[in-house]
């Protein structure tokens, strides 16, 4: 079985490294507003599939999750004078960090405190399990199953952006930021959808983006490496499934993540939980729907089998 490890680095990072000793993401949760994935690579290429911290929008990390604004407090950007702060700006806190190595797969488990920054009054508490491992059907792919956990500290309101009425509103999930090469070449599906205006604000129980990848060490002009990265839902979701959003570098930038908040709010009573669990999965060749259909019903199978870590 292909194993996958975990290297650290210095206080508050460290890396997934795969079966060959290669590096395939750092994970940070220190250093931003958010803990985030970047430097995230295929298993069959050395090409970088995230962007970190762009000139456009420096509050993208890679593969990150973020709320919007809980209770007015804003949770997406990292500065006051952006994004239509509200009454000030909020911080996903790592309380409690853990690491370990079970059976091949790389367990990170943590605790998160959402609170707001200006008075430090603690929101939503954060329950997050992320198991990295080698997809076993598909050994070319490797998966981060993220498992999250909310419980309201205090009665909350979970929105976005209103969409459509702001034509770049509804954002807020599990997001992906794709390197910038993947522009050319870029590909992004979801269940019967193709493109990203076709995706965008649609209910899919999966998606994908895809292009070709700068880096790869293993491509050749008529043959260009490609990868990407498809987010695959739940259907235990309490939305299931949850709109996509999806912007197309034809528009300025790529951009992919699932977005419960993209139609209407979601309110939490105090001590009330709710639990949200999505599949990324991490590709280094083209692919199509039914392969990422296939994928889906994977994932789902396996949450069946597993016994919840939480």
């Known amino acids: 079985m292909s194993k996958l490890a ?17 590096v395939l993401a750092r994970y940070d949760w220190r250093r931003a507003n958010h803990p985030y994935f970047d430097e995230v ?67 990170i488990h943590e605790q998160l405190a959402w609170q707001a920054v200006s008075t430090g009054e603690k929101l939503l508490h954060e329950e997050r399990h992320i198991v ?7 050994p070319d792919r490797w998966l981060l199953d993220w498992d999250q956990t909310w419980t309201a500290e205090v009665p909350v309101l979970f929105e976005s952006t209103p969409w459509p009425a702001t034509s ?3 954002y807020g999930g599990l997001n992906y930021r794709p390197a910038r090469s993947m522009a050319a070449g870029e590909t992004i599906l ?4 193709d493109g990203a205006s076709a995706l965008h604000g649609a209910r899919s129980p999966w998606a994908s983006y895809t292009g070709l990848v700068d880096g790869a060490e293993t491509d050749e002009p008529r043959l260009p490496a490609r990868g990407g990265v498809a987010l695959l839902q739940h259907p235990g979701n309490p939305r299931y499934p949850d709109p996509v959003y999806s912007f197309s570098a034809d528009d300025g930038f790529g951009f992919l993540s699932t977005a419960p908040l ?34 889906h019903h994977s994932f789902v199978e396996d949450q069946q089998t597993q016994p919840s870590p939480l």
């Open 6 to 22: 975990w290297a650290p680095l210095t206080e508050g990072s460290g890396t997934i490294v795969g079966p060959d000793g290669q």
């Open 41 to 107: 690579r295929a298993l069959t290429h050395a090409g970088v599939l995230t962007n970190h911290a762009p000139h456009d929008h420096r509050w993208h990390h890679g593969l990150w999750w973020s709320w919007k604004f809980v209770n007015d407090v804003l949770f997406w950007e990292d500065h006051p004078e952006y994004g239509g702060n509200r009454i000030g700006l909020g911080r996903s806190i790592v309380t409690d960090h853990a690491v370990s190595e079970i059976n091949g797969t790389v367990v």
């Open 132 to 138: 990295g491992a080698v997809d076993q059907t598909e």
């Open 168 to 170: 770049w509103g509804g």
């Open 190 to 193: 979801g269940a019967g959808l």
């Open 262 to 295: 993209m139609h209407e709010p979601l309110s939490l009573d105090v001590s009330e939980a709710m639990r949200i669990r999505t599949r990324v999965v991490v590709l280094g060749e083209p692919t199509d729907e039914n392969a990422l259909a296939a994928a």
